[in-house]
T-cell receptor, first 111, second 113 residues
């Protein structure tokens, strides 16, 4: 298995909702990442997990809450988002020091 | 401060032509330089990558040229095909920064038949 699987592919949520994005990989990668991408822009790093521990938080607002339940799974919990948080949310994984494999992303719309 | 600068922002090339995208970096600690290809609605896919101890790497129609002294690297797409039409991102990372990838601004490539 050489894929990173993200669910759901599309999500529409209200500003008072709570939702979660899920990411799964079975490549034995011990680093996992959340990126946010706006249209016509490069991906921006949000969080890095290394060996299931949060190693980098790029000053992301607390309405985004990451979780790494085990070495194959990564979640991003969303609460009280703003319309400007609408974007493509990308999960990626890698061996430590290696190239990333990205998922296809979750297209999030906040209404 | 943007640490990886990419040019051009967009590129139109005829089928069979050569697409060239350039990137310049500032942080000499970077030790891994990948290129990603992204189609609309999809995540970026790793195309080819190079480390600074090598000046050139070729995989099929894709070649990275790396100039450590100038702190520049480039992607050449030979015999460009309409299916190569996509957005290309250069990036850089180093282990001490937790393998964090810093992306260039992206280049939208259109290959005309």
């Amino acid at each position: 298995d050489t894929e990173v699987t993200q669910t759901p592919k599309h999500l529409v949520m209200g500003m008072t909702n709570k939702k979660s994005l899920k990411c799964e990989q079975h490549m034995g990668h011990r680093a996992m990442y959340w990126y946010k991408q706006k249209a016509k822009k490069p991906p921006e790093l949000m969080f890095v997990y290394s060996y299931e521990k949060l190693s980098i938080n790029e000053s992301v607002p607390s309405r985004f809450s990451p979780e790494c339940p085990n070495s194959s799974l990564l979640n991003l919990h969303l609460h009280a988002l703003q319309p400007e948080d609408s974007a493509l949310y990308l999960c990626a994984s890698s061996h430590i020091g290696g190239g990333y494999t990205f998922g296809s992303g979750t297209r999030l719309t906040v209404v | 401060q943007q640490q990886v600068k990419q040019s051009p922002q967009s590129l139109i090339v005829q089928k069979g032509g050569i697409s060239i995208i350039n990137c310049a970096y500032e942080n000499t600690a970077f030790d891994y330089f990948p290129w990603y290809q992204q189609f609309p609605g999809k995540g970026p896919a790793l195309l080819i990558a190079i480390r600074p101890d090598v000046s050139e790497k070729k995989e099929g129609r894709f070649t990275i040229s790396f100039n450590k002294s100038a702190k520049q690297f480039s992607l050449h797409i030979m015999d460009s095909q309409p299916g190569d039409s996509a957005t290309y991102f250069c990036a850089a990372s180093f282990k001490a920064a937790g393998n964090k990838l810093t992306f260039g601004g992206g280049t939208r490539v259109l290959v005309k038949p």
